[in-house]
Structure formats: structure tokens, C-alpha cells
Nanobody, 124 residues
């Protein structure tokens, strides 16, 4: 089992940017499809973005397309989420997750490794 540790959250004004990072322990990072999810207060967890093992396939929620970019650096065992043009409705705890299958699925139940989350707050 791998461990995932997110960082990069914080408070930002609407229209601003943040970059989240998720470092994955272990030597098998390249075999993991990685995803980002978020949970806003009082809401269900929702899919944000995912990237395949190879990095060649990505998947985004409609609400973040064109604003967020997911990427990975296998040499650093790290997956990133670059978030631009942030909106107050992006406020949530953001979680990274991993699965040892190739498809960047938006279904959270198919990810078996999760981080503890990092808070992102966007002020209006």
C-alpha cells in the first residue's frame, strides 16, 4: 500500500491560482492512475480530474475544464493540480487518490489509496 500526502492548499482570492501537489510513497508510482477529488462543506465528494499511468490520458469534470490542469512527474512520484481562475465554488478539501488500473475513471469507489486532503478556500 502506498501513502499519499497532499500540499499546496490555502486561501486565495477569486480569479487567483494555486498548485496542489501529491507525493506518493513507494517505487510503484508509475503504475498508478492518479485522480483529484474534492468535498465542499455539506456536499458529496466529487471528481475533479484524473491522469492515466502513462500520463497520456486525462479526464476532467465539466466544472473545471479549461481552468484546471492535472499532470504527473514520475521521477518525483508526484501528481499536480494546477488551478487557475479560481471561483468561490471551488472551495473544498481536495484529495488525491490512486488506483493500479489504466483508466482515469471519475468514479471514486475505484480508487483504493487516498490522501488526507488539503483545504482550498477561494474568497469572493
Amino acid at each position: 500500500q502506498v501513502q499519499l500526502v497532499e500540499s499546496g492548499g490555502g486561501l486565495v482570492q477569486a480569479g487567483g491560482s494555486l498548485r496542489l501537489s501529491c507525493v506518493v510513497s513507494g517505487r510503484t508510482f508509475s503504475s498508478y492512475t492518479m485522480g483529484w477529488f474534492r468535498r465542499a462543506p455539506g456536499k458529496e465528494r466529487e471528481f475533479v480530474a484524473a491522469i492515466s499511468q502513462s500520463g497520456g490520458n486525462t479526464n476532467y469534470a465539466d466544472s473545471v475544464k479549461g481552468r484546471f490542469t492535472i499532470s504527473r512527474d514520475d521521477a518525483k512520484n508526484t501528481v499536480y493540480l494546477q488551478m487557475n481562475s479560481l471561483k468561490p465554488e471551488d472551495t473544498a478539501v481536495y484529495y488525491c487518490a490512486g488506483r493500479r488500473y489504466p483508466a482515469p475513471t471519475p468514479q471514486g469507489q475505484w480508487y483504493d489509496s487516498w490522501g488526507q486532503g488539503t483545504q482550498v478556500t477561494v474568497s469572493s
